[in-house]
């Protein structure tokens, strides 16, 4: 298995107050991305990175923000939380985007957010 | 703009028989399409996948087969098997661009 993991796994907090979660891996991979998972819209990408210092937007990064100061580490903040952003955030890596048949994202075990 | 759809939310199939699960997609420039299966308080995990320049990819139980005409794709799990009761993500990924599209994820259960 990939190391990948996630912190905090769970979380409960209030609408209005400032959250950020925490992807750490041990695999050097060059791409790391952060994903929601809601119901019915299965996962989609909030933001991803394609190395240190460097990241791009995905299709939901609105009231979200990340930052990769270094390999291993992919932080998401939520500057603001509200109750739209109750989710399940999932974490992913990739050598070179897991966009093949010969490269694949492995995904960490999730983190389960809820605003109150 | 949901560009690739899977507009089955669940399945339910009998043990030892063939689950299909299906996938849609409007972008005809996505070069790569892949299947992830996801376990409940677990993320995903890498299933399978098809370059756009075939048509049928085999992996032991699992077969991808994708008609471009159509722009679809689907996923041939035979014979099924409890364990592969799961939510499965369609995915897929435009040349250049490192990363994937998903689908909203379809949950098969296998009965025994």
């Known amino acids: 298995d990939a190391g990948i993991t996630q912190s905090p796994r769970h979380k409960v907090t209030e609408t209005g107050t400032p959250v950020t979660l925490r992807c750490h891996q041990t695999?050097?991979?060059?791409?790391m991305y952060w994903y929601r998972q809601d119901p019915g819209h299965g996962l989609r990408l909030i933001h991803y990175?394609?190395?240190?210092?460097?990241?791009d937007k995905g299709e939901v990064s609105d009231g979200y923000s990340v930052s990769r100061s270094k390999t291993e580490d992919f932080l998401l903040t939520l500057e603001s939380a509200t109750s739209s952003q109750t989710s399940v955030y999932f974490c992913a890596i990739s050598e070179s985007g897991g966009t093949s048949g010969r490269d694949t994202q492995y995904f960490g075990p999730g983190t389960r957010l809820t605003v109150l | 703009d949901q560009q690739v759809k899977q507009n089955s939310p669940s399945l339910s199939v009998q043990e030892g028989r063939i689950s299909i699960l299906n996938c849609d997609y409007t972008?005809?420039?996505?070069?790569?399409f892949l299947w992830y299966k996801k376990y409940p308080a677990e993320g995903p995990t890498f299933l399978i996948s098809i370059s756009s320049i075939k048509d049928k990819n085999e992996d032991g139980r699992f077969t991808v087969f994708l008609n471009k005409s159509a722009k679809h794709l689907s996923l041939h799990i035979v014979p099924s098997q409890p364990g592969d009761s799961a939510v499965y993500f369609c995915?897929?990924?435009?040349?250049?661009?490192?990363?994937?599209?998903f689908g909203q994820g379809t949950r098969l259960t296998i009965n025994p």
């Open positions: 990175s394609y190395g240190v210092k460097d990241t």
């Open positions: 972008n005809s420039m996505f070069d790569y």
């Open positions: 995915a897929a990924s435009l040349q250049g661009a490192q990363k994937l599209v």
């Open positions: 695999e050097n991979h060059r791409y």
